[in-house]
């Protein structure tokens, strides 16, 4: 008797047991479908890779009087493309070294061009940009040239172009001045001509 009283309670642990797994089985197929389905209507797309051309855009140039700039308009040149934003600390210690390159190797064709990729408003970005002396293009970026370039996973993050609009070199967060002069001599030194390109504001 207590035997079969015994069997009795195992055969109901192992039924509960199962309909409990089935269960949860259940959910988390569904939740895996719906996060590939997540996935699939909300692509992500890689930082490109060093030696592929670096994609191209065309933004708004701040206090450009609405002209814009092409970044495939810079070709014959050495470009810095770096996203940044006003909030971002490490944005803020590499700026002046920035203006000094710009001043040092501007002449031999180098452009560096930053891209604003907050939401702080074109008269707060164009204040501070002031405050800090910069002496290169700043244009005001968006969500897609943000994925254009691998989502930006933190700030600021800066590539390195030769002449030819080919990437050399990126890096994510504040680097060394020697590691940016590095790459800006590599820039220099490689890709396309020498000639120097004219930025072309439309």
Known sequence: MKLNLVLVLLAIVLITGGLFL???LSHEKAGSASADASAASHPTQGAPDKGSLAPDFDLKVLDGNGKTMKLSSLRGKAVIVDFWA???GPCK???PWFVELQKQYGPQGLQIVGVAVDDAGEKTISDFTHKMGINYPILIGNEKVADLYGGLDGL?????LDRSGKIIDRQLGLISESVIVDNIKKGLASGGNSNTATASLQ
């Open 22 to 24: 089935g269960k949860r």
């Open 86 to 88: 006003t909030y971002c």
């Open 93 to 95: 210690i590499e700026m």
């Open 156 to 160: 600021p993050t800066t590539f390195f």
